[in-house]
């Protein structure tokens, strides 16, 4: 047998990955159990945010599958434990800003209230399985 997977935090909340893993595995059947998970938030920074749950989900998929992600791509949303997505905070204004730094696409849950039209494609995902499934093809 295997031993004990290791979960390695720098950043963000350990409990908050707990759970993003758990929801990964019980909604979307997608199974962390075995491997190891190595978590860390770029700069040094520490995020306590809850907008930031999809994408640390967008990162583990994207090393567990080994598939790159777009590089002009902004993802950000809340998980619930349910699997749903829900809206954040300054939508516009996370939309604005990433446009300033040069993203041309976003991910944001289905309830986002979004206006922005100038040049960002805003993909809407309502739960996690549906991004699974369409940004992995895979769930």
């Known amino acids: 047998p295997l031993g004990t997977p290791r979960r390695t935090v720098v950043g963000l909340d350990a409990g908050r990955l707990s ?14 159990a075995g491997l190891d998970v ?3 938030v770029a700069g040094g920074m520490r995020v306590s945010e809850p907008a930031a ?3 640390v ?3 583990l998929l994207s090393a567990r599958e080994d598939t790159a992600l777009p590089p002009d791509m902004v ?4 998980i619930s434990l349910s699997g749903a997505l829900r809206p954040v905070g ?3 204004n996370r ?8 993203f041309s696409q976003a991910v944001a849950p289905e309830r986002s209230k979004i206006e922005l039209g100038d040049g960002m494609r805003v ?13 992995f093809a895979a769930g």
């Open 90 to 92: 300054q939508t516009e």
């Open 38 to 40: 190595f978590l860390n």
């Open 95 to 102: 939309l604005k800003e990433a446009q300033k730094l040069g």
């Open 53 to 55: 749950d999809l994408a």
């Open 57 to 59: 989900a967008a990162a």
């Open 19 to 32: 759970t993003i893993l758990a929801v990964l595995e019980s909604r979307c059947g997608i199974p962390f």
């Open 75 to 78: 993802i950000f949303g809340e």
């Open 123 to 135: 993909r809407k995902m309502p739960d996690l399985t549906t991004f699974v499934g369409e940004m």
